[in-house]
């Protein structure tokens, strides 16, 4: 049975721009596996409900950069695969950062096990672009 997550995005200056709970996250878990998570909830949650504003990790493909999430040309359907690719890629090239409490995760593979009072920063460095 899996755990209920609080993940933030935050800027490097330290300004939390998000926050959500992310539910039924494995534990243990991979960096790779919790970022995948993310993303599919996210994507969920936006094509329930598809809008011109997208607020995830990851831009998608097209879409432009503004103060409270990415501009959609028009409402579509995302792809979280195609996102969470995206996601694991920009993390490889230090596109984002990832914290649990003050500690930073490096490795992809790298294990974690999380308690329910973990808090997973998501530090962004430069707008991400994906499908």
Known sequence: MGMNVVVTDATPAGTQTARVLLEDVPNPVTLRDLIRHRVREEVARFNANPVERFNGLVAPADAEWQLNGYQLRKPRVLDWEKQAKVALHSFAHNGFFVFVGDRQVEDL???????????????????????
């Open 109 to 131: 593979d790298e294990e974690l096990t999380l308690a329910e009072s973990d808090e997973v920063s998501f530090v962004r460095l430069v707008q991400l672009v994906g499908g």
